[in-house]
């Protein structure tokens, strides 16, 4: 039984070890553009990919001082970057220039 859990802790602290080198060369970074297909209140789908919006992420408007996510329509073409971490896209700026909205 002793030898069980040496070799479970040995494994464990192996995993461990490994784990932070795997994130982090998982990590790629985009710059896309496109227009929103489809927006919910933390992530939002160009082309049918779907990207997911970071906690810490800024969001410019152009024309305004105090944008927000809320502030984007389906139908708006915007420019954003980020990064895909396991597959998943997280955004972390959006630009977005309004055009013909006073």
């Known amino acids: 039984?002793?030898?069980i859990k040496t070799r479970a802790n040995q494994l464990l602290l192996i995993v461990l070890l490994i784990l932070p080198w795997t994130t982090i060369e998982a990590v790629?970074?985009?710059r896309e553009a496109g227009?929103?297909?489809?927006?919910?209140?933390?992530?939002?789908?160009?082309?049918?990919?779907?990207?997911q919006?970071?906690?810490?992420?800024r969001i410019e408007i152009l024309e305004r001082s105090n944008?927000?996510?809320?502030d984007?329509?389906?139908?708006?073409?915007?420019?954003?970057?980020?990064?895909?971490?396991?597959?998943?896209?997280y955004v972390d700026f959006i630009v977005y220039h309004l055009l013909g909205d006073d």
């Open 53 to 57: 919006i970071a906690p810490n992420a």
């Open 28 to 30: 790629e970074e985009f």
């Open 1 to 3: 039984m002793n030898f």
């Open 72 to 89: 984007l329509k389906i139908g708006d073409a915007i420019y954003f970057t980020g990064q895909t971490l396991s597959g998943v896209n």
């Open 67 to 70: 944008a927000r996510l809320s």
């Open 35 to 51: 227009v929103i297909a489809k927006i919910d209140y933390d992530s939002f789908y160009v082309d049918n990919q779907k990207y």
